[in-house]
Nanobody, 125 residues
Framework: VQLQASGGGSVQTGGSLRLSCAVS????????VGWFRQAPGKEREFVAF?????????LYADSVKGRFTASRDNARATAFLQMGALEPDDTAAYYC??????????????????WGQGTQVTVSS
């Protein structure tokens, strides 16, 4: 199983980026996908979640609600995180993760079965 996160980069405050998470080795449509981030010196934190199948259920951290949007393309086995109105506090390594579990606490790292490597997002003021 591989989760390949990409799309990070350096932007100025107010800019946008779209992260991708390409998944292989599992039946993508059956897995929910979460996004997490870790800033230097801080613990990894939940960012967003999109449910399996048609992705009709999403969850966002309060800090990104209204600015970030999670989506998925099952035909391409890829999940996306569209990030807008970026702020310096969004600077972090962003990780995608996949879970087969259908539980209410999608924000918890422990429910995820597979993780990708991080992609760095840097927002300058």
């Amino acid at each position: 199983v591989q989760l390949q996160a990409s799309g990070g980069g350096s932007v100025q405050t107010g800019g946008s980026l779209r992260l991708s998470c390409a998944v292989s080795g599992l039946t993508f449509i059956r897995f929910g996908v979460g996004w997490f981030r870790q800033a230097p010196g801080k613990e990894r934190e939940f960012v967003a979640f999109i449910s399996r199948y048609n992705g009709d259920s999403t969850l966002y951290a309060d800090s990104v609600k209204g600015r970030f949007t999670a989506s998925r393309d099952n035909a391409r086995a890829t999940a996306f995180l569209q990030m807008g109105a970026l702020e310096p506090d969004d600077t972090a390594a962003y990780y995608c993760a996949a879970t087969y579990k259908v539980v209410p606490d999608q924000f918890a790292e422990r429910i995820y079965d597979y993780w990708g490597q991080g992609t760095q997002v840097t927002v300058s003021s």
